[in-house]
């Protein structure tokens, strides 16, 4: 029987964003990417991953080269 995980500790996530642990922890501790302490845990959920991955994440985004003002420059 294979069961869907509801929740993945820090270094899942961040195998699964294909970041490092750490910047997965600063996302965390910019309330950037919501988290449960469980214990000694830190826990994610994977809804909140992929809500993560399908939102728009701020100043610090990536833009596409559409989106930049004419002559290319970001300001």
């Given at each position: 029987m ?7 500790d ?66």
């Open positions: 294979h069961e869907e995980l509801l929740a993945v820090v270094r899942e996530a961040a195998r699964r964003l294909s970041l490092s642990p750490r910047t997965v922890a600063s996302l965390v501790s910019r309330n950037e990417l919501p988290s449960r302490k469980v214990g000694r845990r830190r826990i994610i959920s994977v809804v909140a991953l992929e809500a993560f991955i399908r939102s728009d994440h701020g100043p610090g985004r990536v833009r596409s080269v559409e989106a930049l003002p004419e002559g290319g420059s970001t300001g």
